[in-house]
């Protein structure tokens, strides 16, 4: 169920951590994909394939792709409230992505069991209702903050908590699994 304290539909979900490749705008060459809250345990999200994001020539890099729905399915942290990291994640590729288009990402909960949350989500292009161009299914699994404190760098951990933002989220986001 969709936490009482989440954000309300349709609003913009803002950056988890400005240097992260999914999500930060201080990432020039990431996919810098801004997610908005949906209804209920739902996100939607876009983002831009850019040409430093190509693979085939014009065409998106598949792991770009499957990067933009990690991203786009972690953003469901902020329905439920928690921190989780990604134990598994399924995509099928539909059809190609050319550079220059907006992949447009819709991104559910489909249950939660303990601290398994499972989630699964389409990218689509020429808007939210044009062609699937991917799908992915995925299992996240709920964390303690000590995940991050203990397995990044120091240096990073260091800056990312004296960032008054970083550390309000952190605080908003502490789960007891």
């Given amino acids: 169920m969709r936490h009482p304290e989440a954000p309300a539909p349709g609003t913009l979900l803002g950056s988890h951590y400005d240097h992260c490749f999914g999500c930060g705008p201080r990432q020039t060459h990431g996919l810098q994909l801004e997610a908005r809250a949906g209804e209920g345990v739902e996100v939607t999200a876009e983002f831009t394939v850019k040409p430093v994001h190509q693979g085939g020539p ?25 921190a989780s990291v990604t134990g598994r994640l399924e995509t099928d590729f539909v059809r190609p992505v050319p550079v220059d288009t907006v992949l447009h990402i819709h991104a559910r909960v489909t249950g939660v069991h303990g601290r398994k949350i499972y989630c699964a989500a389409e990218g689509r292009l020429d808007g939210p209702g044009g062609p699937v161009a991917i799908r992915a299914q995925a299992l996240f699994v709920q964390v303690r903050l000590e995940h ?15 960032n008054p933002d970083v550390l309000k989220r952190a605080r908003a986001f502490e789960v007891n699994p």
Wanted: aromatic share 4%.
């Fill in 58 to 82: 014009g065409l998106a890099h598949g792991g770009v792709l499957v990067t933009a729905m990690d991203e786009a399915l972690g953003s469901l942290n902020w329905m439920l409230h928690t």
């Fill in 148 to 162: 991050f404190t203990t397995h990044g760098r120091p240096e990073d951990i260091k800056a990312a908590m004296e």
